[in-house]
C-alpha cells in the first residue's frame, strides 16, 4: 500500500470510529432515557407507516461500525516469506517510494530533493556490524546550500556545486533519533522474526512525523545555520 493508500486507511478508519462513538452515545442516551424515536414513513402507492426506532439500533449500528472500522485498520496486505535480505530490500524500496512520492531522486542509498536554493538529503546508514542474522540501520538527515559546499567542500576549487549533494556535504546534518522526542539515537532492526510491516507502520511513522516536517522547516538558504562548523573544529554540538 502506497502513502496515498495509508493515509486514506487511517483517515477511513478515524471516521469510522467516530461515527460508532456517536452513535454509542446516541444509543445510550436513549436507554437511559428511555426515549424512543418515531416517524410516520409514507409511500406513493402504500399507506402511511409509523417506525419506532429504539436504543437497540443505534447500538447496533456503533457495533458494525467498530467492526468495520477495524477491519480497516488491521488490513494489511499478505507477504511472501522472506529471508533477512529479502526483509531489508522490502524495507528499503518502502522508503524509496514514501519519498520518490516527494520527488525525491535516489542514488543508492542516497535521497536528494532540490528546492530552489536549497536542497533536502537523506541518506540509510547501514551499521558496520551487521551480519547474516541481524540488519540495522539509522537515517541521516541534512539540507544543503551550495554557499556552504563551496565554502567547505569544494576542495578542488571548482567553484560549481554538485548535482546530487549527499548528507555528509550539508551544511545542517541531523540523525533521525535527534528529532524523535526521546532524543535517543535510533536504529532500527531487520531479523528473521522481524515482521516488516509492522517495522515499516514505524518507520513510515518517523517519516511522516519528523523527518518530512524537518524538510519543511527549510525554506530559504536565510532559514540554514550551518551546524556541521563545529564538527570540523572537533568540538561537540
Known amino acids: 500500500m502506497n502513502?496515498?493508500?495509508n493515509r486514506i486507511q487511517r483517515q477511513g478508519f478515524i471516521i469510522l470510529m467516530v461515527c460508532s462513538a456517536i452513535m454509542l452515545c446516541i444509543g445510550i442516551f436513549m436507554f437511559v432515557t428511555g426515549v424512543d424515536s418515531t416517524s410516520i414513513v409514507t409511500g406513493r402507492y402504500s399507506s402511511p407507516t409509523e417506525w419506532t426506532i429504539t436504543w437497540h439500533t443505534?447500538?447496533?449500528g456503533a457495533v458494525v461500525l467498530l467492526a468495520l472500522g477495524i477491519m480497516i485498520r488491521?488490513?494489511?496486505?499478505?507477504?511472501?516469506?522472506?529471508?533477512?535480505?529479502?526483509?531489508?530490500k522490502f524495507i528499503f524500496d518502502k522508503i524509496a517510494d514514501f519519498l520518490k512520492e516527494?520527488?525525491?531522486?535516489?542514488?543508492?542509498?542516497?535521497?536528494?530533493?532540490?528546492?530552489?536554493?536549497?536542497?533536502?538529503?537523506?541518506n540509510i546508514q547501514n551499521d558496520k556490524w551487521n551480519n547474516a542474522r541481524q540488519i540495522r540501520f539509522t537515517?541521516?538527515?541534512g539540507i544543503y546550500t551550495e554557499r556552504f559546499w563551496l565554502e567547505h567542500e569544494d576542495f578542488k576549487h571548482t567553484?560549481?556545486?554538485?548535482?546530487?549533494?549527499?548528507?555528509?556535504?550539508?551544511?545542517?546534518?541531523?540523525?533521525?533519533?535527534?528529532?524523535?522526542?526521546?532524543n535517543e539515537d535510533r536504529w532500527y532492526s531487520i531479523t528473521s522474526d522481524t515482521d516488516v510491516m509492522?517495522?515499516?507502520?514505524?518507520?513510515?511513522?518517523?517519516?511522516?512525523?519528523?523527518?518530512?516536517?524537518?524538510?519543511?522547516?527549510?525554506?530559504?538558504?536565510?532559514?540554514?545555520?550551518?551546524?556541521?562548523?563545529?564538527?570540523?573544529k572537533g568540538g561537540k554540538r
Not at 488491521?74 to 526483509?87: A, G, N, R, T, Y
Not at 516527494?102 to 537523506?122: Q, W
Request: aromatic share 14%; hydrophobic share 30%.
Open 3 to 5: 502513502r496515498n493508500g
Open 58 to 60: 443505534p447500538f447496533f
Open 74 to 88: 488491521f488490513d494489511k496486505p499478505s507477504l511472501p516469506k522472506m529471508d533477512i535480505q529479502e526483509k531489508r
Open 102 to 122: 516527494d520527488d525525491f531522486k535516489k542514488r543508492g542509498n542516497h535521497f536528494f530533493k532540490s528546492n530552489g536554493s536549497i536542497g533536502y538529503c537523506m
Open 139 to 141: 537515517l541521516n538527515l
Open 159 to 182: 567553484g560549481v556545486g554538485p548535482a546530487f549533494p549527499k548528507e555528509y556535504e550539508c551544511a545542517v546534518r541531523e540523525r533521525i533519533g535527534d528529532l524523535l522526542p526521546t
Open 198 to 232: 509492522n517495522l515499516w507502520d514505524d518507520i513510515e511513522h518517523d517519516l511522516t512525523d519528523y523527518v518530512m516536517p524537518f524538510f519543511t522547516g527549510y525554506n530559504t538558504e536565510s532559514d540554514v545555520v550551518p551546524n556541521q562548523c563545529i564538527y570540523r
